[in-house]
């Protein structure tokens, strides 16, 4: 994995590379740059080897003749495979990276050899010939890619940190994307914390005509699915036949590899499919002393039946240091506390292995949230509240779990992102109310809301294209890259997406169970000791590591409030106001302040 970043029209300088290093984490192994001079084009590569570790996968990466570079941050899975048909197309290859086959496959089928790449990817490709600049992100949206587009200049990079330092650019806060982190916890859509930076949205590509500066956006991948009547037993064969075939792609790589184990079914589910094509492969575990929800008793378990090499880590409380070195890998403010363990799983796994498999995605293709169901089955009380919401809205119970108002997506955005409403927004930041927002607190959630979908499946496309994309593959990004790690993640390679979606209701998510299709799978694989743990997040006990009267004396003596930018007596009346703090509204708060302070300040 390794950090990209490049511009156009921006005068030439020792400031650029200084811009493209700040991403040295991401890619610790080499430094390139390339530099088009008389059409003002600047591509910055730091290198992280997976695949082809000698000088011939130095990057930026040109073709033969030097008319198309190539910076570029991810893996193709499927590389051999094009690179046979290349091949035989009369393109001669250089190296083993799959770097290489990007160029040549946009050779041979320019912006149209998208969908024929299969992995996770972000890349930009630069074409003297055409003039232009071309960007892609993979379709679920594994690897970031950022922008910006100021007149007649235009830049990129992994993470907005490579932006920032760039002449011209406004340390601001983006309003828009501010709404949806206090509603969400992440900012959503194409927007980013910064203003003017934004995100390229997964499953599309960019491409820039340098000379008319024309800026045009095309989605080449979407969410599908096929409905499917199968039965049981042939789509457990049809998911442990194809999964088993998008591991072995992913266990490919020229330095070590290791897989993520917690005691829940998506990464057992992956170890297992691992273990049974290298026999002995590492695994990893990370635990809270003295915590409930402890898995490792679990995760070893499951390591001993597969015979794995496994290794796990134990963290003792009280550490608030360790918590800002997780913030400092953070340049957007992401309030998920699974990031503090996912963190220090992804720094111990860091001595022992270079690549690591992960289960993320899992919830989201083969249905695994609880609140899945419970959209399904509003209560008595709140088909009662539509009656009674006059009356609800006199005594200010909207927001109780009586009045809670149940359209289907605000239904959906109160059972899973109880954080702040828009109006809460306007109090708690009181210049937010001149300033372009969003129309309604579930336009993230409606965007991606598909009611012909099916009764679960239209929540799993909402989660796919908003809390997986912004909030899990965010986290398992950024933590995994501050430490130089590159993680994969097999349940989202598109087909496995593709089946997950097509799979019949009962087998995704029913009256008794969720994920039907995997806890099947991992009964036959004889993991069947991880089919009675209750599900649980990959959390942290935030109130051991930093108590909440410190938490509250951050936000109320931070520089968000010092700035003038939060109401200080707003906050103190919902945080000092004699009823303890909702844990969740000051969390956002916090990271909020630790961001502002860090990068803004």
């Known amino acids: 994995m390794c ?47 997976v695949i082809d570790l000698t000088p011939a996968g130095h990057q930026p990466m040109a073709n033969e003749d030097g008319t198309v570079w190539l910076t570029y941050n991810g893996e193709v899975y499927n590389a051999a495979e094009l690179r046979r048909q290349l091949a035989e197309s009369g393109h001669r290859f250089a190296s083993r990276t799959d770097t290489e086959v990007v160029i040549h496959a946009y050779e041979q089928w320019g912006i149209d050899c998208l969908p024929r790449l299969t992995g996770m990817f972000a890349f930009a490709l630069w074409d003297s010939r055409r003039r232009q600049l071309f960007l892609a992100r993979d379709r679920l949206g594994v690897k970031p890619l950022y922008y910006l587009h100021d007149g007649g200049r235009f830049a990129f990079a992994s993470e907005p940190k490579a932006l920032i330092g760039l002449p011209g650019v406004s340390r601001r806060i983006d309003p828009w994307a501010l709404a949806t982190y206090l509603v969400y916890r992440y900012a959503g859509d194409e927007h980013s914390l910064w203003a003017g930076i934004r995100q390229l949205r997964p499953g599309h590509a960019l491409v820039l005509d340098a000379v008319s500066g024309e800026l045009r956006t095309r989605q080449y991948w979407q969410p599908e699915w096929q409905e499917e009547a199968i039965g049981e037993t042939a789509a457990v064969e049809q998911f442990q036949d194809l999964a088993g075939r998008v591991v072995e792609e992913e266990l490919v790589s020229d330095v070590p590899v290791g897989v993520f184990l917690s005691g829940g079914l998506d990464s057992s589910s992956v170890a297992a499919l691992a273990s049974a094509r290298r026999p002995g492969v590492e695994t990893f575990t990370v635990g809270f002393e003295g915590w409930a929800n402890d898995e490792r008793a679990v995760a070893r378990e499951t390591a001993r039946r597969l015979g794995s090499d496994h290794h796990e880590l134990t963290v003792a409380a009280g550490n608030v240091a360790e918590l800002r070195e997780v913030f400092a890998a953070m340049d957007e403010p992401l309030a998920d506390t699974s990031l503090i363990p996912t963190f220090l799983l992804c720094r111990a796994v860091r001595r022992h292995v ?67 409403t828009l109006a809460d927004g306007r109090r708690l930041f009181p210049w937010l109310g001149r300033e372009c927002l969003p129309d309604h607190e579930t336009q993230l959630y409606g965007a991606h809301y598909r009611p012909e979908a099916g009764a679960y499946r239209r929540w799993q496309l909402v989660d796919i294209g908003t809390f997986l994309v912004n909030n899990n593959l965010v986290k398992a990004d950024r933590v995994s890259m501050a430490v130089g790690l590159e993680v994969r993640v097999p349940l989202l390679d598109h087909r496995l997406v593709r089946l997950g979606l097509s799979l019949p209701e009962a087998l995704r998510i029913n009256a008794t169970e969720s994920k039907v299709v995997l806890r099947r799978y991992l009964n036959r694989a004889g993991l069947d000791h991880v089919l009675a743990q209750p599900k649980q997040g990959f959390s942290c006990p935030i109130g051991e590591y930093w108590p909440v009267a410190d938490q509250v004396r951050q936000v109320l003596d931070g520089r968000l409030v010092a700035d003038g930018v939060l109401s200080r007596q707003e906050c103190a009346k919902r945080l000092c106001g004699g009823a303890p703090p909702n844990w969740y509204h000051l969390w956002l708060l916090v990271v909020l302040e630790e961001w502002y302070s860090r990068w803004l300040a």
């Open 3 to 49: 950090g990209i970043f490049g511009t156009i029209g921006y005068a030439a300088g020792a400031h650029l590379e200084r811009c493209a290093r700040t991403l040295s984490h991401r890619g610790p192994d080499d430094f390139g740059a390339y530099e088009d001079g008389p059409c003002g084009v600047y591509l910055g590569h730091c290198r992280l080897a």
């Open 354 to 420: 270079t690549v690591a498999l992960s289960g993320d995605g899992g919830d989201e293709v083969f249905g695994g949230y609880r609140w899945y169901r419970h959209a399904q089955q509003p209560s008595l009380l709140k088909r009662l509240a539509f009656r009674a919401d006059p009356l609800l809205h006199a005594l200010h119970l909207e927001r109780t779990p009586l009045g809670q108002r149940c359209s289907p997506l605000q239904h959906y955005l109160n059972m899973t992102s109880p954080a702040y």
